[in-house]
């Protein structure tokens, strides 16, 4: 994932005009975004995955023989332990899907620049 910092320094490189990022300096960002994305993904789907071993868990703790499956399901699903996981999940999928985002985007303003780059070539031989 990255770190404020290395947000801070991709805003700085990628604000202003489109026309001061070179096709180049697109695809590097296009591709550490890319990188990020990738293990963001990686790890939402890890704790999505792990999801069902904790609530296991959790109601292995939980379960004293006292309570019906369905009990022990709302006591598993509201145990602190469960939500915090759920929150690191949230948290974790959005991460995922921010990156997602400015990966699309940095794919989107390379199509953009090679086609107005094409359509320049193009104009300078027309002249």
């Known amino acids: 994932m990255s770190s404020p910092r290395d947000d801070k320094n991709l805003r700085s490189e990628a604000q ?7 096709l180049e300096e697109i695809v590097h ?5 890319g990188l990020e994305y990738a293990n963001a ?6 704790l999505e995955l792990l999801k069902p071993s904790v609530r296991a ?15 022990l399901k709302r006591l598993t699903e509201t ?9 690191k999940l949230v948290v974790a999928k959005g ?3 921010r990156l997602r985002i400015r990966y699309e985007s940095y794919k989107n303003l390379f199509e953009a620049k090679r086609s ?5 070539k193009a104009e ?4």
Request: glycine share 6%; proline share 4%.
């Open 16 to 22: 202003g005009p489109s026309e001061k990022l070179g």
């Open 95 to 97: 991460e995922c899907e």
């Open 79 to 87: 145990d602190p332990e469960y939500l915090d996981f759920i929150e």
């Open 29 to 33: 960002l296009a591709n550490k975004i």
């Open 124 to 127: 300078m031989k027309l002249l």
């Open 41 to 46: 993904k990686r790890e939402a789907e890890r």
């Open 116 to 120: 107005l780059l094409s359509y320049q």
């Open 57 to 71: 868990r959790i109601a292995i703790r939980l379960d004293t023989g006292a309570h019906s499956e369905v009990k």
